[in-house]
């Protein structure tokens, strides 16, 4: 890095242009009031006590809905807190006149002292352009070798030059336009800078979603609490007197003069969870702050997307304390969790459940998080008693096989009625079982059983074995129905109550004898990089306790077990089936969708007579290896 600066150096030098040239006065500081301006904006300046955006490659003004600039579609504007530039298609204008520009393709556009300066490509290389507005000079940089790079306001006369790795690495460092020569480097980071600064304050908005904001007059490296509306989707920002002027992606422009704030003590806990999947809501929220309140604590969510969390939780961010994961995605052979076996306000709580649920929990002799969500009715199958007893059949032994599915089928069929609506199994489930992604990460089946499921799959679409609405006779029934719990809370209205229902529920078939696990699952865990872990072990089991996790036909603690075994010799029953699933539960993994769909491809054109069954299983077999190899 070093070695680069001298060279970068030695080449501004002796370029030897725009040195020593008259500067532009100080910007005018002005101080705006709170505001929000939902104007589908694309990008934002600020000159003086006006705010300009654009909308439709047209430039307006927030006071107002009058657009005032339209000579030329607009891409970009900048400020140099005195006068607008408006740049598009390689012109700017700026104070009454227009500039012609080398490129007309650019990935980013600043306006800094009297210096147009402009991101773009040129092969697979970035490049930097310079424009001196006083004597008509242009000059072109390679900041570095990269795949990207961008520059962003700073303040007065400086800019951000921000430069891209093919490996995630990003460097920024600030560069004088008055003088052309490089200052000091202000980060340097493994994920992405996209957001600038003012002449105190650093604002550092990640890629990853964090917002780092320091002061520079102050402790190096002191960080502080943006305000929830300055994120990791601010696309823009610049600053103006004691304000903050930036724009979501969302086009969405916000004032804020409290934008930031100290780093409250440690007795706030910060969950992160998808945006998509809002787990923690407002009233489970109010709920968990309010048992909270004598000791202190307070629980807030910060919400993002997945890719976001993912990067953070790789970046070793640690701007939050608890992260909400589902359990398709959650990830065990890498240490980004903290293992829970030490902190007692935990380990206590699972002492009173069942032992299935900590193994659950549980990987390499660590807890890795705590379960907070279980749904265990896609892993079983809800059946008709009538019917079972109308054909005086029993039900299957619970490790039954896809070849004893199919002869159900054929025996029921032949009685009039049909054993489902649905497929017995899919390939998705075929990987869960015989896929381990966690320790050998290989596919343990060598194509035996793939070829197996494939054609007892086609036999029972060929012999018409599964009920179909088009084609099913006047009056017949399906013994099988869709995902059920053996037990589930039912409100009874007359009693105000919540009331146990006992299900008659069955297990599913297996490909070879192992049941199948088609639980779903979230998890709530603990950053490793938490400053905060003591506290954020309370608040974990504060959500561990039955009334925010015992639903849905889900069972974790032994007392409430109990009480539902006593009801009767059936309750026992559906008690012990339910106590199977949880000991055959574990989390899985997400499976490529892409991969997925190409895989049931595969399949239907066997199905369809299209291709035969050894070209299907070696094209399904080569494909979902790659999930193992990836």
Request: aromatic content about 12%; glycine content about 6%; proline content about 3%.
């Given at each position: ?7 970068f ?13 008259e ?51 607009v ?35 600043v ?21 001196n ?16 790079c961008s ?39 493994t ?133 909400v ?78 070849e ?138 504060e959500?561990?306790?039955?009334e ?61 007579d ?21």
């Amino acid at each position: 890095m070093k070695r680069f600066l001298s060279c970068f150096l030695i080449t501004v030098m002796m370029l030897g242009v725009l040195a020593g040239c008259e500067t532009t006065p100080k910007r005018e500081e002005y101080t705006f009031p709170d505001a929000e301006y939902d104007v589908n904006a694309t990008d934002l300046a600020v000159v003086g006590d006006k705010i300009y955006y654009i909308r439709e490659e047209k430039v307006y003004e927030t006071s107002s809905d009058v657009v005032v600039f339209e000579e030329f579609p607009v891409q970009y504007i900048s400020s140099n807190g005195k006068a607008l530039a408006v740049y598009g298609n390689g012109q700017v204008w700026c104070d009454g006149k227009t500039y012609q520009l080398p490129q007309t393709e650019i990935g980013s556009f600043v306006y800094a002292d009297g210096t147009f300066c402009w991101s773009y490509m040129q092969g697979e290389l970035p490049q930097i352009g310079f424009y001196n507005t006083r004597n008509g000079d242009s000059i072109t940089i390679a900041p570095m070798t990269g795949v990207a790079c961008s520059v962003l306001p700073f303040h007065d006369d400086s800019i951000l030059i921000c430069c891209y790795e093919v490996s995630g690495e990003m460097y920024s460092y600030e560069f004088d336009t008055a003088s052309m020569k490089p200052g000091k480097f202000m980060t340097e980071d493994t994920f992405s800078l996209s957001a600038a600064a003012d002449e105190d304050t650093l604002v550092l908005i990640r890629s990853t979603g964090r917002v780092d904001i320091q002061k520079l007059s102050e402790q190096a490296g002191e960080r502080r609490n943006p305000c929830k509306e300055l994120n990791g989707d601010t696309q823009k920002l610049d600053f103006s007197g004691e304000s903050a002027i930036f724009l979501s992606d969302t086009g969405t422009i916000y004032v804020r003069k409290d934008y930031c704030t100290p780093i409250a003590s440690g007795n706030t806990v910060v969950i992160l969870q998808e945006k998509d999947n809002a787990y923690f809501g407002e009233i489970t929220l109010q709920r968990v702050n309010e048992a909270l309140s004598e000791s202190g604590l307070e629980v807030v969510v910060s919400e993002y997307g997945a890719d976001q969390i993912k990067l953070k939780q790789l970046a070793g961010d640690d701007d939050y304390d608890l992260y909400v994961t589902d359990g398709y995605s959650i990830v065990l052979d890498y240490p980004i969790y903290e293992p829970l076996n030490t902190y007692h306000a935990i380990t206590d709580q699972f002492d009173l459940m069942y032992d299935e649920i900590r193994d659950i929990c549980t990987f390499n002799g660590n807890i890795y998080g705590v379960l907070v969500n279980l749904q265990v009715q896609n892993s079983l199958w809800g059946y008709n008693a009538e019917l079972l007893d109308e054909l005086e059949m029993s039900l299957p032994d619970a490790s039954w096989t896809l070849e004893d599915y199919y002869k159900m089928a054929a025996d029921i069929r032949s009685k009039g009625h049909y054993i489902s609506k649905f497929t017995p199994l899919s390939l998705s489930d075929y990987i869960h079982v015989f896929g381990d992604m966690y320790e050998t990460q290989s596919l343990t089946d060598d194509g035996t059983m793939l070829r197996k499921y494939l054609e007892i799959m086609k036999k029972l679409q060929k012999e018409g074995l599964l009920y179909s609405k088009e084609t099913a006779e006047e009056g017949a029934k399906t013994l099988f129905g869709g995902s059920c719990a053996p037990f589930a809370e039912k409100y009874n209205q007359e009693t105000g109550a919540n009331e146990i229902v006992l299900l008659d529920t069955w297990y599913p078939v297996t490909f070879d004898g192992t049941m199948p696990d088609l639980t779903v699952m979230d998890f709530l865990q603990m950053n490793k990089n938490s400053v905060n872990k003591q506290n954020a072990a309370l608040v974990m089991a504060e959500f561990m306790k039955p009334e925010y996790i015992e639903n849905r036909g889900t069972v974790y603690y032994r007392e409430t077990g109990d009480t539902i075994r006593s009801i009767s010799e059936k309750a026992e029953e559906c008690f012990q089936i339910y106590l199977n699933v949880l000991a055959n539960s574990r989390p899985r993994y997400s499976h490529d969708s892409e991969t997925l769909r190409f895989m049931n491809a595969e399949a239907e054109k066997y199905y369809n007579d299209e291709q035969d069954l050894d070209y299907t299983v070696e094209k399904i077999l080569a494909r979902a290896r790659m999930i193992f190899e990836e």
